[in-house]
């Protein structure tokens, strides 16, 4: 007995077989829960990147609109512009489309 309480006073917390598997069962768990986060992060980051070139495709385009429409303002105020909606092209006067 004397030797029993020794042993635990040197070594309290010794693990067992059984609580290093829980450890690593744990461990484990743990790692794979990061992975998923980091999996989620990615393809949330993957689809804000497609967003912001959407967006900087839609800006090109208007910026070159807006050029295109100073020429035509400048060229002649009577200028008919057609803006494509759909497979269609509708008439617009230039007043109309630079509002």
Do not use: F, W
Request: glycine content about 2%.
């Amino acid at each position: 007995t004397t030797r029993t309480r020794l042993h635990s006073i040197i070594s309290p917390n010794k693990p067992t077989s059984k609580m290093t598997t829980n450890i690593g069962a744990q461990a484990a768990d743990a790692v794979n829960d990061k992975l998923v986060e980091r999996q989620k992060l990615e393809q949330e980051m993957y689809a804000h990147h497609q967003d912001l070139q959407t967006l900087i495709s839609q800006r090109n385009e208007n910026e070159m609109v807006k050029e295109e429409l100073e020429i035509c303002e400048k060229e002649s105020s009577d200028a008919t512009i057609y803006k494509q909606v759909g497979p269609v092209l509708l008439k617009h006067d230039l007043s109309d489309a630079t509002d």
